[in-house]
């Protein structure tokens, strides 16, 4: 599939430059970069619904702890 992509003069240079630097064709830096942009998107959601579920988890702990204390205090008497 083909794709034209406009850049600017800065973004062209890095290109440019990494070419030189890399010995990779234009299109394989690009195709690089897409891939490594998308890994790294889906890995930040992946990590912050981890840490979503852990903070969650975190709470309903304390709640769970909280009412079974409550629950206690109220059979004790």
Same mark, same amino acid.
């Given at each position: 599939?083909?794709?034209?992509?406009?850049?600017?003069?800065?973004?062209?240079?890095?290109?440019?430059?990494?070419?030189?630097?890399?010995?990779?064709? =234009? $299109?394989?830096?690009?195709?690089?970069?897409? !891939?490594?942009?998308?890994?790294? /998107?889906?890995?930040?959601?992946?990590? @912050?619904?981890?840490?979503?579920?852990? =903070? $969650?988890?975190?709470?309903?702990?304390?709640? !769970?702890?909280?009412?079974?204390? /409550?629950?206690?205090?109220?059979?004790? @008497?």
């Amino acid at each position: 599939m083909v794709t034209t992509v406009r850049l600017d003069e800065k973004t062209e240079n890095e290109l440019n430059q990494l070419v030189n630097t890399l010995h990779k064709k =234009k $299109s394989e830096i690009i195709r690089e970069a897409i !891939y490594f942009y998308a890994k790294n /998107i889906k890995e930040t959601k992946e990590e @912050r619904m981890r840490k979503a579920i852990v =903070k $969650s988890k975190d709470a309903d702990f304390r709640l !769970y702890k909280e009412f079974e204390d /409550i629950l206690d205090e109220s059979l004790q @008497r």
